[in-house]
């Protein structure tokens, strides 16, 4: 090919985007400078777009508005697998930030081989998260994935070592840009040149680097005879968590909303209780269960509800479709809370 050929052949990329502004604004970057961007957005049981957290906030919406094409990526029970027993630890939760970024990083690399992009474009900023946004951990993810010098972070290029298309002529180093650290002033200004308006807050709301999910999550990882179930995962975003026994947990919904919830991801073998005369919670108690266990929950159920706490109510439990009915009383509020997750 001549030279002319080589010079007319328009850079592409692919761009792990999350929906927050870093990501936007790397997009634009490469826009700017004329690269062709296709963007993967992942999705795990943990951060999905519907989590209200920030993690994959308005992801369409921006990809729309951007432009580009959006590929999504869903990390089901491989993800639960690595949660397990991640290579490279958690951080201050049981979040395992660089395993997590290394799959990203090889779905971004299967996409960019399946188009023939020439490199990955994150809007990672160094030092914005002391566990996978520092020079070592990118080093690692990156050749982990077998993409040395592939991988773009534009929003602090300037303080990494040139990457691949920038030695190569395909991006201009000198219109990268050098911001690093957690302040979101370089954001909010490069956010103001390019003219997007109300920027979003920072994605990566993920779940477990909450301490109160964490603990779930670790209870769930414990108690699980291989790993959780998707249903499972999906269980512990809702509710009130009570361990009845290394076998045996009750989940209570908090409000009309979460009995709902709970409700739908009560499965074959689950116990589902109420109060029988009172407003209350809808309740689940999954796993291996016998009258004793029943009891207890059924206790932790009135305790919930509006039953009066001085005497013996009268609870619905439902299981496989079959109805029963059963008395009990309310738990002493001290020990329910001992035993909550």
């Known amino acids: 090919m001549s030279q002319e050929g080589k010079e007319e052949k328009k850079p592409k990329a692919v761009a792990l985007l999350s929906g927050g502004l870093d990501s936007n604004l790397a997009i634009r970057m490469m826009l700017d400078q004329g690269v062709e961007v296709e963007a993967v957005a992942i999705k795990t049981p943990f951060c999905d777009f519907d989590c209200g957290k920030g993690c994959g906030h308005r992801v369409k919406e921006v990809a729309d508005e951007l432009g580009v094409k959006l590929k999504t990526v869903y990390f089901g029970e491989e ?77 602090s290029a300037k303080h990494l070592p040139p990457t691949d298309a920038e030695k190569d002529g395909l991006i201009n180093r000198e219109n990268m840009g050098d911001i690093k650290g957690r302040s979101r002033k370089g954001q909010l200004a490069m956010a103001k040149h390019f003219g997007v308006h109300e920027p979003p807050n920072a994605a990566g709301g993920c779940l477990l680097t909450d301490p109160a999910f964490s603990k779930r999550i670790e209870d769930a990882m414990e108690h699980a005879a291989d790993i959780p179930s998707i249903n499972d995962v999906e269980l512990l975003k809702v509710g009130r968590h009570f361990r009845l026994t290394k076998d045996a947990k009750l989940v209570v919904g908090r409000n009309k909303d979460e009995n709902e919830v709970v ?10 209780l109420e109060a029988k005369d009172y407003v209350g919670p809808t309740c689940i108690l999954r796993g291996k269960h016998d009258e004793a266990a029943i009891a207890t929950a059924a206790s932790i159920v009135l305790r919930y509800s509006d039953a009066p706490k001085d005497a013996r109510s009268a609870l619905r439990t439902t299981i496989n479709g079959a109805e029963q009915e059963i008395v009990a009383a309310p738990a002493d509020i001290a020990w329910a809370d001992s035993i909550r997750i």
């Open 79 to 155: 993800y639960l697998k690595m949660l397990k027993n991640p290579k490279h630890g958690y951080g201050s939760g049981m979040n395992p930030c660089i395993d997590c970024r290394g799959m990203m990083y090889n779905a971004a690399k299967e996409h960019m081989e399946k188009i023939g992009a020439d490199f990955v474009v994150t809007g990672e900023v160094l030092f914005q998260r002391p566990m996978s946004q520092n020079n070592r951990a990118l080093n690692i993810i990156e050749n982990e994935a077998g993409l040395e010098g592939k991988v773009l972070r534009p929003l």
């Open 263 to 272: 409700k739908a991801l009560a499965e074959e073998g689950d116990v589902v």
